[in-house]
């Protein structure tokens, strides 16, 4: 399973020029000759089978905690790409490591706890975001 996993990210990784432009700039994409469907349905295909896979080792709930809430906390605190990916990564990072503990900690179930940590995050994220837009 890790070898499939690790050969999505190097295919994500090398092809990621261009799934950038399709998503974000589909004229663009478009004028540079991409067909963009293809690449709509090769992205999607490949985000399909990698979350088939996670749902049948970890539940549903928390692989949609790990995809959902670090990329919308990301949106809320950055306005670039990279940024966004960064905080992404670092909110991800937190909630697991965070659940993990108060799963051990309160002898709790590690997904619950994990899911409910990702809750906690964004709902941290959210309140600190509301504050920042009106002040």
Same mark, same amino acid.
């Given at each position: 399973? %890790?070898? =499939?996993?690790?050969?999505?990210?190097?295919?994500? /990784? !090398?092809?990621?020029?261009?799934? &950038? *432009? @399709?998503?974000?700039?589909?004229?663009?994409?478009?004028?540079?000759?991409?067909?963009?469907?293809?690449?709509?349905?090769? %992205?999607? =295909?490949?985000?399909?089978?990698?979350?088939?896979? /996670? !749902?049948?080792?970890?539940?549903? &709930? *928390? @692989?949609?905690?790990?995809?959902?809430?670090?990329?919308?906390?990301?949106?809320?605190?950055?306005?670039?790409?990279?940024?966004?990916?960064?905080?992404?990564?670092?909110?991800?990072?937190?909630?697991?490591?965070?659940?993990?503990?108060?799963?051990?900690?309160?002898?709790?179930?590690?997904?619950?706890?994990?899911?409910?940590?990702?809750?906690?995050?964004?709902?941290?994220?959210?309140?600190?975001?509301?504050?920042?837009?009106?002040?």
């Amino acid at each position: 399973m %890790f070898r =499939a996993f690790l050969a999505v990210g190097i295919f994500h /990784f !090398v092809l990621r020029k261009n799934f &950038l *432009l @399709v998503s974000f700039d589909r004229d663009g994409a478009y004028a540079k000759g991409l067909r963009v469907r293809w690449w709509d349905f090769l %992205f999607y =295909a490949v985000f399909g089978l990698v979350v088939t896979s /996670f !749902v049948r080792i970890a539940g549903v &709930l *928390l @692989v949609f905690s790990y995809l959902i809430v670090p990329a919308v906390c990301g949106i809320n605190l950055a306005g670039r790409i990279g940024n966004r990916l960064l905080i992404g990564w670092i909110i991800a990072l937190i909630g697991g490591i965070a659940g993990l503990f108060f799963s051990f900690w309160w002898d709790l179930p590690s997904g619950a706890a994990i899911v409910c940590t990702f809750g906690g995050l964004l709902i941290l994220v959210s309140i600190g975001t509301l504050f920042r837009r009106h002040a």
